[in-house]
Structures are given as structure tokens and as C-alpha cells.
């Protein structure tokens, strides 16, 4: 039987929140990116992964330190990033379904996308990715998140991701 695994970075917590709904929606052990495995257990059939966009990508550490600078308590994601991770992770042995999200500014079109990255990436290391990267939307830098959006992102993860898992 295989299993379904969520890798979040955040700095404020709504990446996390949404991360934690997708998990609850999948069932699925939810992983702040610090501590998540730089091998992929073999038991690991369907990967989400996700981050906020920062500066129209996916963070580096100028990008999280400028994050730092404007939180009022303590990061949730004080040190690696998702771009570091997926740089450290090791090849796949096994097949692997995976997803890409991020949280965003809901403000008109921007360009860049953290989780457009993600999924390039997972690409990259022959994940299989079958479906556009979504976003969740913040009301600002900081958050919160917008009405409603755990409650999409668990739609999302029942209806576009279940169907994946193995």
C-alpha cells in the first residue's frame, strides 16, 4: 500500500494551513520541509509539495530573510527552503505521482509562481506531474489567508489528487 506525503515551507503559517488541509483531505503525513527525508521512502507513491511565492518564484534565503524581517513572531520555516530540499533529493527508485502548490497575493495577474517552479523542478527528477501547479491566495504578505481557501485546498486534494494516489 502506498502512501501520500506533504512537504510545506511557510513562513507565516498559511502555506502550512493549506498544506495541513490537503494532508487531512489525503489522509497523509504533512512535513515541514526541514524535516522532510532527503530520500523518498519507497512506500511514497503521491507527493504534494508547496510553498509561498516569493518575489514572483519559489524563496532563496534573501527572500525568506526579507519573510523574517517583516514577521511579527517566529517563522514557521526558519531554515531550508522547498528549493533547497528538491535540491538535495536524492533520484527517485520507485515511480511517484507529485503536485505543486503555493500561496500568493490575490492581486490581478503576477507573474511567478512558486509552485509553477515546484512542479518544473519535480519534473526534473523524473517525478510524474499530470496536473497544472494550483494556488491558494493570502490577503497579504503576511496573510491571512482568504476565506475559504483550506476549504478549497481540501477540494482540490479530494477531487484532483485522490485519483493519483497508487
Avoid at 494532508?23 to 521512502?41: F, M, R, T
Avoid at 532563496?60 to 528549493?83: C, F, I, M, W, Y
Amino acid at each position: 500500500m502506498t502512501r501520500a506525503l506533504v512537504v510545506y515551507e511557510s513562513m507565516f503559517g498559511n502555506t502550512r494551513a493549506i498544506a495541513e488541509a490537503i494532508g487531512e483531505a489525503l489522509a497523509a503525513e504533512v512535513v515541514e520541509v526541514s524535516q522532510a527525508p532527503d530520500v523518498l521512502p519507497d512506500d511514497v507513491g503521491l507527493l504534494v509539495v508547496g510553498a509561498p511565492t516569493h518575489a514572483f518564484g519559489l524563496s532563496r534565503p534573501a527572500t525568506r530573510k526579507s519573510a523574517a524581517d517583516q514577521a511579527t513572531g517566529e517563522l514557521v520555516s526558519p531554515g531550508r527552503g522547498v528549493r533547497e530540499w528538491l535540491d538535495t533529493l536524492a533520484p527517485l527508485g520507485h515511480h511517484v505521482t507529485a503536485h505543486a502548490f503555493d500561496t500568493r497575493v490575490q492581486a490581478g495577474w503576477l507573474p511567478g509562481s512558486a509552485a509553477k517552479t515546484i512542479a518544473k523542478r519535480l519534473r526534473a527528477l523524473h517525478f510524474t506531474v499530470p496536473a497544472r501547479p494550483m494556488s491558494f491566495h493570502v490577503g497579504g504578505t503576511p496573510g491571512p489567508l482568504l476565506v475559504g481557501e483550506p476549504a478549497r485546498a481540501a477540494a482540490w486534494a479530494r477531487s484532483a489528487l485522490v485519483g493519483h494516489q497508487a
